[in-house]
């Protein structure tokens, strides 16, 4: 009768231990959500930045070409809006590297969670708890 009881003890162990698991990956999931939403905000203002870089540099490059000047390089109101461009667009891929870190982070903490459970079901079956 003992080792009925044991067994349904078990049983439950490993389905207690199963439950956490899914809560655990559960609350990192909706953290990984919550992340995201806040870097989306993030790339959002970024691409709005950018798009007004981009806009600047066409009105100061459409003014120059409109004057007859040559030589567009050398003239700093174009290296100003082109300097804006490339911190835009920086920023756009700063955003992106982290969203993907934020991602791999996920996946990194599930695989953790998983296989800390298995080991803690595999000790249950095992008598080592």
């Given at each position: ?51 007004k870089a981009y806009s600047g ?7 120059k070409l409109k004057e007859g ?61």
């Open positions: 009768m003992s080792g009925v009881i044991q067994n349904v003890i078990a049983i439950l162990t490993k389905m207690g231990y199963r439950v956490l698991e899914y809560a655990t990956i559960l609350y990192l999931w909706k953290m990984k959500i919550l992340k995201t939403q806040m870097k989306r905000v993030a790339v959002s203002k970024s691409q709005k930045n950018l798009s540099l066409g009105s100061v490059v459409y003014a000047q040559p030589s567009l390089t050398s003239d700093p109101a174009v290296m100003t809006q082109m300097r804006n461009v490339e911190e835009a667009e920086a920023g756009m891929k700063k955003i992106d590297e982290e969203l993907r870190g934020i991602c791999d982070e996920f996946e990194a903490k599930k695989q953790a969670v998983r296989e800390m459970y298995a080991a803690k079901r595999s000790r249950v079956g095992s008598g080592g708890e």
